[in-house]
């Protein structure tokens, strides 16, 4: 079995993409099996390419899920954890904009105010 191109797997519904997961992890139980039982050293390589085959069917999988969330909260006022920026924890816990302007504009005018007294 050759190689999975991830660009063809983008172009597949979810259904063919499980049914297609059923296959490669029904073909690497048979390879380890093989393994096992002293199979021919192709086999054995192979187990190498299936893996591989199972992690990007699964990625792209998990890529398309998380693209549907994203236009399901695309307006909506908040976002899960998942969805929102990573950033640093510093930087997620910082003032918004909005929030520093507001501050700022709340001392501004309390020194002005004091100024004309």
Do not use: W
């Amino acid at each position: 079995m050759a190689r999975i191109k991830v660009h063809e797997l983008r172009q597949k519904t979810k259904a063919e993409l499980l049914n297609q997961l059923k296959d490669l992890k029904a073909e690497l139980a048979l390879l380890r099996v093989a393994k096992v039982t002293g199979g021919a050293p192709n086999k054995l390589s192979k187990i190498k390419v299936v893996r591989l085959s199972i992690a990007q069917v699964l990625t792209v999988i998990s890529q398309k899920q998380k693209s549907a969330l994203r236009e399901v909260y695309k307006n909506k006022k908040f976002l899960p954890l998942d969805l929102r920026p990573k950033k640093t924890r510093a930087i997620r816990r910082r003032l918004t904009k909005h929030q520093v302007l507001q501050t700022f504009l709340f001392a501004f005018t309390y020194i002005c105010g004091l100024k004309l007294k």
